[in-house]
């Protein structure tokens, strides 16, 4: 690590050892006894300034405590036909591990439709992966591995990707994406889009210019299903359903005897050892809170930064689709079409 990013730490530290004991408690909770680790995250996602690094982890902490967070995984989605209806309309699995140990989730962005629940229980469910995945897998892997392993790795599906639904879903999608950039900052080591249509291609020649290079260099965007590139960092077992051929991306219905081999089903194996740890952990929990009962797990979301980047990103991108769907003839299809950041 060099001088300046160790320096950055210790006076991150030390602000953190001025906080109150409930602050402290919480962040010993959260960084699952990696507090440097932990520390350089947040430092990493605002740009090594220690002031906002520190703010930022304040109020990720708040956040945290505020909103139980730490209890959320023993509160599972009841009862379990809801818990299938958001994982049918919420395509996001865990599908493996790459050759270097790191877990690998799939993520159906053009199929997800989010419209069997109410939004809480879409946040809910992917607190609730977020969560898992720090407290569970990455341990685990960390061991078996015998090195710290703190992130994963994201393929997005882009097959069924469509204009409208780009704006239909904005709310949900921004709710979700403001939760991971300000709580769960640098968990994702490589983003590996797959299946991405032309509409997709042509805004990312737009925006890729707008990313920072830290962001940049996470994004790979493959040919078609992206099989051959996955399957240098991957066994074939760990390869996403969506990757293993051309044209079996997530719009392809999975049967009752191929289900176990979807990672976005409620029959998948992760989502059935997740689901079971968190209905032992709320067996566990009922002699000391009330019942579990059927009911979204509400957690409040903070509002995104009206003056990042990520507004001029937005914009971008609207103006993008507005041009393609104009030289294409489908204007009238996007029509009021607005990505906005609310």
Known sequence: ?????????????ALIDQADATLKSEFEIMHQGYPTETMARFLKARDWN????HKMLLDCLNWRIENDIDDILSKPIVPTDLFRSVRESQLYGMSGFSKDGIPVFALGVGRSSYDKASVHYYVQSHIQINEYRDRVVLPAASKKHGRPIHACIKVLDMTGLRLTALSQMKQILTTISTVDDLNYPEKTETYYIVNAPYVFSACWRVVKPLLQERTRKKVQVLNGCGRDELLKIMDPSSLPHVCRKEGSGSSRRSTNS???????????????EMYNYMKQQSEATEDTVAPIKQGSFHVAVPEPNPEGSKVKIVKTIEAEVHKIADQNG?????KGLELNNQ
């Open 1 to 13: 690590m060099e001088q300046a990013a160790e320096e950055a730490i210790q006076k991150l530290s």
């Open 50 to 53: 220690v002031d906002r690094a």
């Open 258 to 272: 191929d289900s176990v081999d979807d990672c976005y089903s409620a029959e998948h194996w992760f989502h059935q």
């Open 330 to 334: 489908l204007e009238d299809s996007v």
